[in-house]
């Protein structure tokens, strides 16, 4: 085919092209398939993965360390208490001493500008897993979980409720320009996503044909909506202002309601996870036959396997 990113770091999908996404979904589809018939490869023998958190994970750490184990290869698990990230050591310095023992470095943390150095010294793939600014490998999942449910992306309806201004609503922003969807910010005009990326995404869209709109009225914003997709109220590290967004946010719950208002019996719920039942979305939703949040969950194994694959192969 000669299609490939060997080499690439993701840092945010800015840098991936269209094509570059659909491939990437396509070997997930692969490796999804192998991994329902238990098919076992050794795709990573050999080859070592740093995985640096300075917040915490279930998903993220789970994905990248069964996927590159079961691969055969070797992941390490490095938070912020084992090693000198930023403290006694610079960023950079940490990266090439990593760069020169390690074959890939997946980075959770707060700064988006500690990704980019991470990746600049290192000079191995380096993958976001999540920071203040985006979390590029759930986009991957997420854009998975859809396709499968709906055949398609182009022309999808997938509505973002809640704090608009977070990582997620930011990165949803740009997978879903790139894929040619429609995506509305339904948020306080206060908590919409910033200026620079909104440009960004308006950008990209004229390109695929996608639609970026916000509006604070529920009502018109989840009319049509085929995905219903939230995230929690107060992001890792802004734990402090959940009173404060509690309080904003209320009207912009995911529930029963808010589906119906959809008026697509076919449309679905979505959530990054971890979630608070009862702030962001209600018990009955989450839990509730619309919901796919554990498809979701699963797929992020699939695509960030299918990510180290395309990168390191
Ligand atoms: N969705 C997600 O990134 O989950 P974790 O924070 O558990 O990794
Ligand atoms: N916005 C959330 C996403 C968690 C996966 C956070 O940053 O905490």
Redesign the pocket.
């Known amino acids: 085919m000669g299609y490939n990113l060997k080499g690439r770091s993701l840092i945010t999908l800015l840098d991936y092209s269209p094509q570059d996404v659909r491939y990437l979904l396509d070997i997930s589809k692969q490796v999804k398939a192998e991994s329902r018939s238990r098919a076992k490869f050794k795709r990573f023998e050999g080859l070592t993965l740093a995985m640096l958190f300075e ?1 915490r ?1 279930t ?2 750490r789970l994905a990248f360390e069964s996927a590159f184990t079961e691969e055969g290869g070797h992941a390490i698990f490095l938070s912020k208490n084992d090693i000198q990230l930023g403290a006694k050591e610079s960023v950079e310095d940490t990266a090439r001493v990593l760069g020169r023992m390690v074959d890939a470095i997946m980075f959770r943390g707060f700064k988006q500008e500690h990704v980019e150095i991470l990746a600049k010294y290192s000079g191995v793939p380096v993958y976001n897993g ?1 920071t ?1 600014l985006c ?1 590029p490998t ?1 986009v991957l999942a997420d854009l998975m979980t859809i396709e499968e449910n709906f055949g398609k992306l182009k022309g999808i309806k997938l509505v973002f409720m809640g ?1 608009g201004r ?3 609503a930011r990165s949803l922003m740009i997978g879903a320009a790139k894929m040619g969807m429609d995506y509305v910010v339904v948020s306080p005009k206060e908590l919409r996503p910033d200026e620079e990326f909104i440009e960004k995404a308006m950008e990209i869209s004229k390109e695929t044909g996608a639609k970026v709109s916000f509006t604070d009225n529920v009502e018109e914003g989840v009319n049509g909506a085929d995905v219903i997709y939230t ?2 109220w ?5 734990e402090d202002k959940l009173q404060e967004r509690i309080k904003m946010l209320k009207p912009f719950q995911v529930n029963e309601k808010v589906m119906e208002m959809t008026g697509k019996e076919e449309a679905i719920f979505m959530h ?3 979630a608070v039942k009862g702030q962001e979305v209600t018990f009955e939703v989450i839990e509730g036959k619309k919901s796919r949040v554990w498809e979701e969950a699963e797929n992020r194994k699939h695509t960030i396997k299918a990510l180290m694959i395309a990168t390191l192969l």
């Open positions: 917040k994970s998903r993220t999540l203040d979390h759930q704090d977070n990582n997620m995230d929690v107060a992001s890792m590290g802004e990054c996870l971890p």
